[in-house]
Nanobody, 129 residues
Framework: QVQLVESGGGSVQAGDSLRLSCSVS????????MTWFRQSPGKEREPVAT???????DYGASVQGRFAISRVNARKTVYLQMDSLKPEDTAVYSC???????????????????????WGQGTQVTVSS
């Protein structure tokens, strides 16, 4: 059984930092791109950051320069370092694992939810002004 478990969320002040973690069990991790999404009440789920199996990354425009995604394959864990947090970053953050292994064309498809086969339950991040 494949499981993705997020942790690290919490309530912080604007300008603070948080690091989210997503641990994967039940499947191969190394070969699969991983992505963080977020969703605020009343809004559509938004792709935040992705990392391929080689460590290449891409980001949503709203977090570019403030967030950094990384992965430690030996731990089967992907991280999201979030700096200079803003109130508009408040959301439930979820990680997702690509449906297929490999990186071919990944950065052209990572924003599409259909590209993912497994999702975590999410962790709440609340940023107050």
């Amino acid at each position: 059984q494949v499981q993705l478990v997020e942790s690290g969320g919490g309530s912080v002040q604007a300008g603070d930092s948080l690091r989210l973690s997503c641990s994967v069990s039940g499947r191969d991790f190394v070969s699969y791109p991983m992505t963080w999404f977020r969703q605020s009440p009343g809004k559509e789920r938004e792709p935040v950051a992705t990392i391929d199996s080689y460590g290449g990354a891409d980001y949503g425009a709203s977090v570019q320069g403030r967030f950094a995604i990384s992965r430690v394959n030996a731990r089967k864990t992907v991280y999201l370092q979030m700096d200079s947090l803003k109130p508009e970053d408040t959301a439930v953050y979820s990680c997702a694992a690509a449906r297929q292994p490999g990186n071919s064309g990944w950065f052209g498809t990572w924003r599409r939810e259909a590209a993912y086969g497994y999702w975590g339950q999410g962790t709440q991040v609340t940023v107050s002004s």
